[in-house]
């Protein structure tokens, strides 16, 4: 077989789900581990559902979570006529037959399988009528020519040997009566004209594949190989659909989870290597392998996207930290200016602390991102007369520092604490809010630190002036 050549085919109707997501990663790892090729397609040919829009945001998707396609995107309905060349060809060769039945005989057949608890199979009744026989002025669907007798077996390289008996899978349409190519016979097409040599994919394709394969075998082309991946349930253990909360990337990127961190748990999602649980892309491409796919169904755990985020904001180094904020920021937030990387990058070794989102480091950087403070209205009167007098201490003694560090704070804030009868809640909170906005967020001193001491001192002098 040449070399490995894999493709991710969604269909544009809608947001790109989470398990797409993981089945494109799944495609594009194991090609690169293979100095392969890994390809998209689009799946066009709804007109109705297929819109631009969604074909951009999966395009995003997967240039956010670092998936990379090579050429082109291929997109499906271009192709039609090649698909429509097939089905005659086909029809020409014996494998595939007009069916003139009426929408009315198939829907009783289908509530004759119903009443009987049967899954219903067309009844192959056009399969041997000649075509002299045809009904005059009727539009035909076309047919493939399924086996009859025996059974076919999948070679999955996933789920291993999977058999099943031909005569259940029936004689499927693959040319509508408009003429139109539908989903088995133009991904089949597809695949075979891309040269594709693995097809891997979610296992409610199974039945699909069998199909597939029966039109490789009709063509006399060579088979590619075909691995079915366990799908992704909830955490209740119902299959994921896009309707549930957190099933796309952007109800990720959106709550602060970055795309390392999102990629590292869905490697993980029913794969494993040793006991690894962390890799870095390069260990990713270097170690993965369709062995490594457990057979049986994955849950979406959220806390545990959480902690996996965790771990990175903690891990990685901060100008890669630094970026990423500042990338949610231009999507979610405020653009943060270039005059504060500096504050920012400095003062990240503390913003990120308990921060599991870059919502968090978001918040807790928000009195350096914005040169005027917005208050919260209840902490705000929170600042009485002896609030103002605190400050005004602390602003005085503040100015006569001219180092400023914990260690130079410290003994001040201490004074203030006896001279004033109080605590350090009763000085910490009115500093914070005076240069914050809120009683809540990071550490007194590293707030001053931060922001240095000419913004700290007209901040202060904001309150008490």
């Known amino acids: 077989m040449s070399k490995v050549a894999t493709r991710f085919a969604p269909s544009p109707t809608g947001a790109l789900h989470i398990g797409g997501v993981r089945t494109a990663l799944f495609n594009w790892l194991y090609s690169k581990n293979h100095k392969g090729t890994f390809h998209l397609r689009i799946e066009d040919t709804d007109k109705e559902r297929s819109k631009d829009e969604y074909k951009d945001q999966i395009i995003k998707s997967l240039k956010w979570i670092g998936v990379e396609y090579d050429g082109e995107e291929y997109i499906q309905s271009t192709k039609i006529n090649d698909h429509i060349n097939i089905a005659n060809e086909l029809l020409k060769n014996g494998n595939a037959y007009k069916c003139y039945c009426s929408s009315e005989e198939i829907e009783e057949q289908k509530k004759r399988a119903r009443q009987k608890k049967l899954p219903y199979i067309y009844n192959r009744k056009w399969r041997d009528i000649p075509e002299s026989e045809a009904p005059k002025g009727v539009k035909s669907v076309i047919r493939f020519k399924s086996k009859i ?17 031909n005569n259940t899978i029936e004689d499927f349409i693959i040319l509508r009566n408009d003429g139109t190519p539908t989903y088995n016979l133009s991904a089949t097409v597809d695949d075979h004209q891309m040269g594709m040599t693995h097809i891997i994919r979610g296992d409610d394709h199974k039945i699909n594949t069998f199909k597939q394969i029966q039109i490789y075998l009709a063509m006399n082309w060579e088979l590619p190989k075909f691995a079915h991946i366990p799908l992704i349930h909830t955490i209740e253990g119902k ?11 952007d109800d990720y990127s959106k709550i602060g989870i970055m795309p390392d961190a999102l990629r590292n748990y869905l490697l993980r999602l029913g794969w494993s290597f040793e006991d690894k649980e962390i ?14 796919i457990g057979k049986s169904p994955s849950k979406l755990d959220v806390s545990r996207i959480l902690s996996m985020n965790e771990y990175y904001i903690k891990n990685i180094d901060e100008n890669s930290l630094y970026q990423n904020l500042v990338e949610y920021c231009k999507i979610y937030k405020e653009k943060i200016n270039s ?15 308990k921060a599991k989102t870059l919502v968090d480091i978001y918040n807790n950087a928000k009195f350096i991102i914005n040169d005027i403070i917005e208050f919260n209205e209840d902490d705000f009167n929170l600042i009485d007369d002896k609030a103002k007098k605190i400050i005004l201490e602390f602003s005085k003694e503040l100015s006569n520092i001219s180092n400023i560090n914990k260690e130079n704070l410290e003994p001040v804030v201490n004074s203030l604490i006896k001279k004033n009868d109080t605590n350090f809640k009763g000085v910490g909170q009115p500093l914070r809010i005076a240069l914050t906005g809120s009683k809540f967020g990071p550490g007194l001193y590293d707030i001053i630190i931060a922001l240095g001491k000419d913004e700290a001192l007209k901040r202060l002098a904001k309150i008490i002036s």
């Open 339 to 353: 005059d504060k990387e500096t504050k920012i990058k400095s003062s990240l070794y503390f913003l990120k602390n």
């Open 239 to 249: 299959k994921l659909s896009k309707r549930d909360n957190a099933s796309t990337l």
């Open 149 to 165: 007798e025996g059974t076919s077996i999948l070679k999955d390289l996933v789920q291993g040997d999977v058999e099943i008996d």
């Open 279 to 292: 890799f870095t892309l390069e260990e990713s491409i270097e170690h993965f392998n369709l062995k490594g």
